[in-house]
């Protein structure tokens, strides 16, 4: 079907999924960092096909009480349990079942320091699951841990090939980044990938709006964070090549202006250390 097929054949299938011409759903993996991205940056896509595993990073549970959601007081392990219980809420309105629903175990906000285990524990994913596609997050200093699932797709799309190509297109879906030290939201980052035809807009039927409402009312734990989003549209593009030496844009990045321990130059100096771990240059 669309195995080794090019990447903007998955593009043209989701854009015209609803007209019941489309050949069978491809098989799409999508790799996100905590419970709730799928549903911000993709439940269009997540609702047209039929073939999705959903792995999270992680559980979406940072170390440090102060930055959980103020709406959940118990313990760390408390509140990793109750986001898996809202995503698997949120993903069963989508049509994705339990089963195939993958959590890697790390850290809110530290997934980059505990990347060798997380990587190979994904890696062990995709050759089980031999998806067409995998959907991530874009390289842009919104969060540590969508950096780091940007990073892992793009160091696992080589080592999966000796030429460097996977068997896979390797797409994104939009998340956030600053702009003028404000969170920008729903669209990419302006000049962060070489050709802007490489883009598509999954604009939403009545349905689709009314199916992503309820799948963002399944994480009550947050609400307080989910309601500063837009709804729509969706945006999915062809993942370009990063070169994670450098900072994804000038200025500071977005989780720097929220305060986070981690910081850019800090997370940078991880990722190197990671494609080099891994024999990968920065940026070919």
Known sequence: MLRHS???????????????????????????????DETIGASVALGRLNDVVVVYLTEGAPRDPKFRSPLVSRSREFYAC???????????????????????GGVDQEAIFEFPKLLNSFLRVVREVAPDAIITHPYEGGHPDHDTAALMV????SLTNEDGDAPWARLEMTSYHARNRKRCSGEFLPGSAANQEDEMTLNFSPEERSRKARMLSCYSSQRHVLAGFPMEPERLRVAPRYDFAQPP???????????????????????????????????R
């Open 82 to 104: 109750l986001r898996a219980e809202e995503a698997a809420c949120a993903l069963a309105i989508a049509g994705v079942p339990s089963d195939r629903i993958v959590f890697l």
């Open 249 to 283: 844009h000038e200025g500071s990045l977005w989780y720097e202006c929220l305060g986070w321990p981690l910081n850019g130059k800090c997370w940078r100096e991880s990722a190197t250390e990671m494609l080099n771990l891994y024999r990968q240059p920065a940026c």
């Open 6 to 36: 090019p990447t903007q054949n998955i593009l043209t299938w989701l854009a015209h999924s609803q007209s019941g011409e489309c050949a069978p759903s491809p098989r799409v993996l999508f790799l996100v960092a905590h419970p709730d």
């Open 154 to 157: 793009q160091i696992i799309s």
